[in-house]
């Protein structure tokens, strides 16, 4: 059978959307091999063409791609027959995988209370893990309050029919009651009112807060957490909403919990006196964070907005949801990049990097003094908790861990060269590039608007919404370079290599970036583009 020809004839049916809009900006290629920092595509003649690779899997790869000692982990695991598919059962492995992570987390934040551990297959996957137990939590927090407002009330109804206790004037005034009802009647008239009130109260659905420029994923809830409207606007009717925060106006924060917060109102008896008082109503679910907005453009949350955050979500009982999906793992210099920020979450996730770029893995953790256990009956996953994804994490905790954290420190400082390398282009082209921002090996180049530009080619690009994406084709095409711009903001390049990056790709990255500056200063989007101009 001619494979090559039967691929050719065939429909396309895996996305072909997608496949076009690659092909259009010249990403459309097929790479048949990774290993370190470097994908491999064939030529014409079927040989092996290298491509540096600083997309490394949206963040997934910073061990390095085929990293020797996860494969022969892999391997061992297969050989031996390891169970994948063992549900409801005993997990020793997740186990030591959850401690093995509460000893990094208890290390970083300085703190010795327990994270409990929920494991899923995917970064969004956890995001919703973490809505759902915050969900969980607040209406079995409403519960409670039910049950505080009906003793209320009996209390009152008790004192009223003892005789030691009344509606006073001023009471039955605020609320219409008749100034000659008796006693246990004008009660009982001011105890439907506030039934009639707090049950619309007690039935509001849940609000989150979130950062303007946050992704947290595209499955059905945590869409309406991603900031991007083109991502959440077709799905808004589907979950929860939000209330998405400036990062640069933290006294949003106030505005938001004036404007949205909830109350219920409680009977209560005092010195011979039936009066009302206000409950606060757990409307705010959870906070979503990103230490570093990766789709949003690389953004460093900034540490006196962390604490804003820290201190408002405390005042208010909110709990923090720290998403560490794709800048924790290592890649920053610590496994969680939160902690150098100084913010604690009340829940982590992490994914990517976590399966060691083989297994597909994540994980949510929740501190004890938040902890449901009933999630652990209402929530499941078939494939999370698995031993072969159990033992990749466990192996990725390893390498991290070994010499003393030697994989942090050279996250750090390939970080810092890639950064100097990014920064000098900067410097060059200061009518093209706008800002270099991120930490560690979580990077962005964010290019100015090119929508103004005196080339009609190059306007062109820019008004096509794909302007990032003929950069990164300009680079994959001339200079062998991997890379995407993020998804919410076009303009911004991110580079998320490995530990394993090699100066060799640090200097390919900087001569295809100078190419493509000069390419935008000569106003030349022909060549930008390439045979796929728009």
């Not at 072909?16 to 030529?43: I, S």
């Not at 159990?390 to 890639?418: H, M, N, P, Q, W």
């Not at 084709?473 to 200079?479: D, F």
């Amino acid at each position: 059978m001619d494979t090559k020809n039967s691929e050719a004839d065939a429909p396309e049916l895996a996305e072909p959307y997608l496949r076009e809009v690659l092909g259009m900006a010249g990403l459309a290629v097929e790479y048949v091999r990774a290993e370190g920092n470097t994908l491999y595509r064939r030529d014409e003649d079927g040989g092996e063409i290298s491509v540096a690779d600083f997309a490394g899997g949206y963040g997934s790869v910073l061990l390095g791609h085929s990293q020797p000692d996860i494969v022969r982990r892999a391997h061992d695991l297969l050989d031996a027959g390891t169970p994948v598919h063992a549900q409801f059962s005993r997990h020793p492995y997740a186990n030591d995988l959850a401690a093995a992570l509460n000893r990094i987390v208890h290390r970083e934040l300085r703190t010795t209370e327990p994270y409990f551990a929920i494991f899923g297959n995917s970064g969004a996957e956890a995001v919703e893990a973490a809505v759902k137990h915050a969900e969980l939590d607040r209406v079995m927090r409403i519960a409670s309050l039910r049950e505080e407002l009906e003793q209320a009330t009996e209390a009152a109804r008790s004192a009223v029919a003892a005789g030691t206790a009344a509606v006073p004037d001023g009471v039955r005034t605020r609320h219409g009651i008749a100034a000659d009802a008796d006693p246990v009647a004008a009660l009982e008239a001011l105890v439907e009112q506030l039934d009639q009130d707090n049950a619309a109260r007690l039935d509001r659905p849940p609000l989150f807060l979130a950062l303007e420029g946050g992704f947290h994923g595209k499955l059905g809830m945590s869409v309406q957490l991603t900031h991007n409207e083109g991502y959440r606007a077709p799905f808004r009717a589907l979950a929860a909403q939000a209330r998405f925060v400036p990062r640069d106006r933290p006294e949003t924060l106030k505005e938001i919990y004036a404007r949205d917060r909830g109350v219920v109102r409680v009977p209560t008896v005092s010195d011979g006196r039936v009066d009302v008082v206000e409950r606060e109503f757990p409307v705010f679910c959870a906070f979503l964070v990103e230490p570093i907005q990766g789709e949003g453009g690389i953004h460093v949350l900034d540490p006196a907005f962390a604490e804003a955050i820290q201190r408002f979500c405390e005042e208010i009982d909110c709990p923090v949801v720290v998403d560490e999906i794709q800048s924790g793992m290592g890649r920053t210099g610590t496994l969680l990049a939160s902690s150098q920020l100084g913010l604690r979450g009340d829940y982590y996730v992490l994914a990517k990097t976590l399966g060691g770029g083989i297994a597909k893995a994540s994980v949510m953790l929740v501190r004890q003094t938040r902890y449901r256990r009933d999630f652990e009956i209402v929530h499941s996953s078939t494939f999370a908790k698995d031993s072969f994804s159990c033992g990749i994490a466990l192996k990725v905790l390893e390498l991290l861990e070994a010499d003393d954290g030697a994989r942090y420190r050279r996250a750090t400082e390939r970080g810092a060269a890639l950064r100097a390398m990014l920064e000098s282009v900067h410097a060059d082209f200061p009518e093209q590039v706008k800002e270099v921002r991120g930490r560690g090996l979580l990077l962005g180049l964010e290019f100015h608007d090119q929508s103004g530009s005196a080339s009609a080619s190059v306007r062109a690009l820019a008004d096509s919404g794909l302007f990032g994406y003929f950069l990164a084709g300009r680079l994959l095409r001339e200079h062998r370079v991997r890379t995407f711009p993020t998804a919410s903001a076009v303009n911004t390049l991110r580079f998320e290599p490995s530990v394993e990056l090699p100066d060799e790709h640090i200097d390919r990255l900087g001569t295809g970036l100078r190419d493509v500056c000069r390419l935008l200063r000569d106003g030349d989007g022909e060549r930008l583009a390439g045979a796929a101009a728009p």
